[in-house]
């Protein structure tokens, strides 16, 4: 019977040098000096108070970084990205092992507003200067909100097309197979009628 060496999975105490930890080429790299050296953050900064009294707030560099390194993860939840903070080395690293509460991810998120329309188009500013960008059509993969004018035009023509198929929800304003009208504004996200 062949003898193998032992597998030791329990916990260890060992020194992690977080600068090795983001490797040059990586995505998580990119956004550390995307968000470092290229963004201007005076926006986000200007929204805090404290220079006189009350708490040291967490950069908003940090946040946005944890952020967006939770989005690339699929991580959408503020409290699994507080424990990703907490738990998973890569997230210590991008985010100098700052671990925020989930309320303080969350409100950073929310309050975001217009912010986040002026960093996108920084980035995307820096990705033309780099030559990552076509000129011709832009399309992001990850989402089908905006996958390009082109595809999403077929699809509106496709869809206005179409009759209307038994068992879908109607439209603000349309009949149902019952001849109920829906006649309330649904909030953002909101797939399906209110509950009468």
Do not use: W
């Amino acid at each position: 019977m062949p003898r193998f060496k032992p597998v030791d999975y329990s916990p260890k105490l060992i020194p992690v040098d977080f600068a090795q930890q983001v490797l040059p080429g990586s995505f998580e790299h990119a956004l550390c000096y995307l968000v470092d050296r290229e963004l201007d953050l005076s926006s986000l900064e200007g929204r805090f108070r404290n220079d006189a009294g009350g708490a040291p707030a967490f950069a908003p560099a940090i946040l946005l970084k944890i952020v967006l390194l939770a989005y690339s993860r699929g991580i959408v939840s503020s409290r699994a990205m507080e424990r990703a903070c907490r738990d998973n080395v890569l997230f210590m690293a991008v985010s100098g092992d700052a671990q925020p509460h989930f309320t303080t991810l969350a409100a950073f998120v929310s309050d975001m507003g217009e912010e986040v329309a002026k960093l996108f188009t920084q980035v995307l500013l820096v990705c033309d200067r780099q030559g990552l960008i076509g000129r011709e059509m832009f399309a992001i993969p990850q989402g089908d909100f905006l996958r390009g004018v082109d595809r999403r035009q077929a699809a509106v023509e496709r869809f206005e097309g179409q009759e209307r198929q038994p068992g879908r929800f109607p439209a603000t304003g349309e009949e149902d197979r019952e001849g109920r009208r829906e006649d309330v504004e649904r909030p953002p996200g909101q797939r399906c009628p209110p509950t009468p």
